[in-house]
DNA sequence: GCTGGCCGGATTGTCGGACAATCATACGAT
DNA sequence: ATCGTATGATTGTCCGACAATCCGGCCAGC
């Protein structure tokens, strides 16, 4: 007869202190914006040594609980940005050795949806930041970097427009590996740039005349397009993403 | 005439260690399951104090990019588990005053599509984790508690079982909010468990044949149940998620 | 050969104290 | 009112220290 006894787990102060302070923002007991108290001040209440105040804080810093402004070294509450937290998801998936075609089949499923509730919901301030990108990619697609940087920051405003924060933050890590996979590409594809602009074009007019079918159509379109764009470029599609 | 200066960034010597080390580890150069050197090692190497490095390493550990196995104090290199970086992502949601209407939006455009990939891609080791989580769920569900953690486990299988890691990742902050949301509604409509119940077994037959088309429409209908249980008990869907 | 116990060294978690650089703020000068 | 300036608070970094614990190897015994 075998007794199973749980594992014990002395878990570090450090975490424990992040633990308590996460808790109080979650909890909102400390509201955005709010300062922290100073380290010493923490240390002494928690009644732990500054160090290990000061290692808890870099836990919930890296989480986006804490941050400070720039150019300021005071502690304040935040609520996270998106992306600031998609980051770790998009390196978490590097590091999974996702391939192109993950990628494409999640664009796939996720954008077409996107682009039909933002034609419902968009507001005008939405419609005017799409247009901006829009033309901002028309305008300036000859650097690599700042095409696929606009490429994203499109598909960021259609997000936006839903003003669904789920689906937003959902498509996140996936403009991050957006990035280099467009990267690899679109220097390949001549074509390329001008199939996205008039992409662009298309979705901005249908999200304008609020035409949510429209839109996930042209959205459809376009991810197919980013496909065919790698097997002219001749990319494996099961090949991992640098 | 303004001349416009770019903002002056002194990053502390902590962060910069960690982004080092991280770089270390994206580009592969420390693999996955590999040690760590040790604390004062690593203080030698870069010329700065252990505390500094210590620091940093709480940075990464919390990324998900180092960890310790349970019961060590060795620090070893770790592809972060999307529960882990999940985590920070609900939270994020959680502070932004997600509604239940948003979590049941994206739910609405996600899952359908994933049963469909998974019942194309699912192995035969996708399908019996699949079978066992529904039985599981079918057995013990009179504590809510392990009600709402079995239903979240099965859209978890669905996601592994698509073999797509961004949208198994995409999926999984969605599910981290899908606990609060079911745990508020399911005590109150008395119907709510046999009807996952069901609607599991239907997906998993479904996933079985392979029948794409019955997995996406069953979670469909599943999905649709999921908000008639907030109207039958009468919670308003733009209710921020607790 | 394998099992189990034992020991020394290595590593981590935590502590105390220290100091320069920078920031916040109130005060005074123009 | 705007601009320096002084003062105190706060952070970033450092040093040194110690207990608890873990790792790895050695050794006895079966």
Redesign the interface.
Known sequence: MSVAFD?I?LVPG?RKVAAII?ER??SRELR?GERLPSETELARQFGVNR?TV???L??L?????LERR??SKLMTVS????R???K??S??????D?TFF??W??LT??EP??AE?AARNRSQADLDSLTVVCQRFAEQNTETEKAVHHAAEFFRCVGRATH????G???E??LH?LGPSLRVMIDKVPQARARIAAAQRRMLEAIAKQDAEAARGWMAKHIRDFRKGYEVADIALDCRIA
């Open positions: 594992q787990l450090y996460a923002i979650l955005e160090s000061r290692e808890a870099r836990e810093e890296s989480g986006g609980l720039p150019g609520r996270p940005q998106h600031a937290v998609a770790d998801v390196r978490a998936l590097a590091l999974h996702v993950e990628v089949e999640a499923q996720l949806p996107m509730i669904n924060q789920v689906l933050l959902a498509q890590p996936l590996l």
